[in-house]
């Protein structure tokens, strides 16, 4: 009989070919806007803002008014909820106190809910905190645009407790910060995420330092 030599297997490790690891794509997914709509214009920044100063400057996010705004919307849905659900299980005479009651009650939680938008969070995006040398320092940013106008207005506003020796003093110093929108979109709608991180640096490198722009 004729002998058959046997080939020795090939080990799975050895077919397969060697494992790469993912690299991670440090490049941002484009930004792209209808750069004819102001709105979405203005939307686009304020949303990179926040993004900016939490993972780019690296400042805590204080969300005291977002917290506020909820916790009443909710309480305002609750109470519309719980109106709806006890009217239609309990019959119409003996249902209408507490029905009017939950209506009055939803109109004045989204009355406040106007109110504090208006009065205590007016124009602001985004509030966050750092610490530097021991010393806490806030930042709230406030941003808006005219009527029909391509200019974005950025305010700066920084307060910090800064301790020397044995008193602490109050720093407070506000910086306003204005450009076209067309400084950072292309006729595409697309955002220059580099270039609009580059004027954020240097209007945070204004409002810490309180040197002006090409001021020696």
Known sequence: MEEIEETPLISSTEERP???????????????VNNSNLVDLKNACDDYIQKF????????????HTD????????????????????????????????IICIIAYFV??????LYSYIFEKEIIFVGDCMENDNKYTITIQTNTKRYSDI????????????????????????????????????????????????????LEIIKTGNKPHEQ
């Open 18 to 32: 060697p494992k790469t690891e993912k690299k991670l794509d440090e490049k941002e997914e484009p930004i792209i």
């Open 53 to 64: 100063f939490v993972n780019k400057a690296e400042f805590r996010q204080n969300n005291t």
């Open 68 to 99: 506020v705004k909820l916790v009443l919307g909710y309480l305002a849905c609750g109470f519309a909820l719980f109106g709806g659900y006890y009217g239609h299980i309990t019959p119409f005479n003996e249902a209408k106190e507490m029905t």
């Open 109 to 114: 939680l989204n009355t406040l809910l106007v």
């Open 152 to 203: 974005y207005n950025i305010v700066y506003e920084y307060v910090g407790k800064e301790k020397q020796d044995s008193s602490i003093k109050i720093r407070n110093s506000k910086y306003t910060f204005s450009k076209s929108f067309g400084n950072w979109f292309d006729v595409n709608g697309v955002m220059d995420i580099e270039k609009f991180e580059t004027d954020l640096f240097e209007g």
